[in-house]
């Protein structure tokens, strides 16, 4: 029975190319502890080194065939991990970037969905309090506000006098003053 332990790591490379399971479970009990501890320090994550020695071993035998080593195992298998380490920790810093962008959007989300319910309920409160206005001063406003037509222009297309146009956008904006709030009225004059 041969001893594993034993070979050195170019003959274990040998077997190993002829497919020889013994020697690939010598490589990974000769390595595996070695590899840990060396990607441990960078990762920081039993779970993520686990799976990276995983791969890396299971690529190893997978292309048992075929592997050249351009140097030693150890050079190979420790120049390996270290790739794997560094494709994790770009993942990682992508995936942050990337649930950074998500959380910002979120949030900003959040924030233009509330402005925009809250925009909408005031717009829709504002719309019931003009429509409650009497007919003619409800025309002249709207024409002032949403058609932003001048007194002149409302005075000449209502066949009115300018300060009849101006008394009446006084008298809609003191009313819809004390029904909303001057908040409210700030902002219809800034949004109308």
């Given at each position: 029975?041969?001893?594993?332990?034993?070979?050195?790591d170019i003959e274990l490379v040998a077997l190993l190319k002829t497919g020889d399971r013994e020697a690939f479970a010598e490589i990974y009990t000769r390595y595996k502890r070695l590899l840990?501890?060396?990607?441990?320090?960078?990762?920081?994550?039993?779970?993520?080194?686990?799976?990276?020695?995983?791969?890396?071993?299971a690529t190893l035998w997978a292309k048992h065939e075929t592997i050249t080593f351009k140097t030693h195992l150890s050079g190979y298998l420790y120049t390996s991990i270290r790739n794997r380490?560094?494709?994790?920790?770009?993942?990682?810093?992508?995936?942050?970037?990337?649930?950074?962008?998500?959380?910002?959007?979120?949030?900003?989300?959040?924030?233009?969905?509330?402005?925009?319910?809250?925009?909408?309920?005031?717009?829709?409160?504002?719309?019931?309090?003009?429509?409650?206005?009497?007919?003619?001063?409800?025309?002249?406003?709207?024409?002032?506000?949403?058609?932003?037509?001048?007194?002149?222009?409302?005075?000449?297309?209502?066949?009115?006098?300018?300060?009849?146009?101006?008394?009446?956008?006084?008298?809609?904006?003191?009313?819809?003053?004390?029904?909303?709030?001057?908040?409210?009225?700030?902002?219809?004059?800034?949004?109308?």
């Amino acid at each position: 029975m041969i001893d594993y332990s034993k070979i050195p790591d170019i003959e274990l490379v040998a077997l190993l190319k002829t497919g020889d399971r013994e020697a690939f479970a010598e490589i990974y009990t000769r390595y595996k502890r070695l590899l840990f501890v060396h990607a441990y320090k960078r990762l920081k994550s039993q779970e993520e080194v686990e799976d990276i020695i995983h791969e890396l071993f299971a690529t190893l035998w997978a292309k048992h065939e075929t592997i050249t080593f351009k140097t030693h195992l150890s050079g190979y298998l420790y120049t390996s991990i270290r790739n794997r380490i560094l494709d994790k920790v770009y993942q990682k810093q992508k995936e942050s970037v990337y649930i950074q962008s998500l959380q910002k959007f979120i949030d900003e989300g959040e924030a233009v969905t509330d402005h925009l319910a809250r925009h909408n309920e005031m717009s829709a409160l504002i719309e019931k309090e003009i429509a409650a206005l009497p007919r003619k001063m409800r025309v002249v406003f709207e024409l002032s506000r949403k058609a932003e037509l001048s007194h002149r222009e409302i005075a000449e297309q209502l066949d009115i006098s300018e300060q009849t146009v101006r008394k009446h956008v006084q008298h809609a904006l003191q009313t819809l003053r004390v029904k909303l709030g001057i908040y409210v009225i700030f902002y219809l004059l800034m949004h109308s």
